[in-house]
C-alpha cells in the first residue's frame, strides 16, 4: 500500500501542461488478489470539481455491477436517464 501512495503521490504532483499530451492519466493498481486502487489524474480542462465525482460514480457502479446482481439493473436505468437527458439538453435546431 504505502509503496502504491508513493507512486501515486508522485504522479500527481507532476504539472499536467495543456502543451503536452496526454492531459490525464489512470492506473488500476492491483494491492492484492481482490484488492486494487484506482488512481486518475486529469488537467482541469478535461475533468472540473463536477464531473470528477460524476465519473468516478458512474465508473465504480460498471465495475462493481458483476458483483451485486441489483447493480447491474439500477447501471440499466441509469443510462436509460441520461439518455433521456442528453435528449432534453440537445440544441433544439429549427
Not at 504522479?11 to 492484492?32: C, H, M, N, T, Y
Request: glycine content about 4%; aromatic content about 10%; hydrophobic content about 45%.
Amino acid at each position: 500500500m504505502r509503496a502504491a501512495e508513493t507512486w501515486m503521490q508522485a504522479d500527481a504532483a507532476e504539472s499536467v501542461s495543456v502543451e503536452q499530451w496526454p492531459l490525464f492519466g489512470f492506473a488500476l493498481i492491483k494491492l492484492r488478489a481482490n484488492e486494487f486502487l484506482w488512481f486518475f489524474r486529469s488537467h482541469h480542462l478535461i475533468m472540473d470539481g463536477y464531473s470528477a465525482p460524476v465519473v468516478t460514480r458512474r465508473l465504480a457502479e460498471i465495475y462493481s455491477a458483476p458483483l451485486m446482481s441489483s447493480t447491474v439493473q439500477r447501471c440499466r436505468e441509469s443510462q436509460r436517464k441520461q439518455k433521456g437527458l442528453r435528449r432534453s439538453l440537445s440544441p433544439v435546431v429549427h
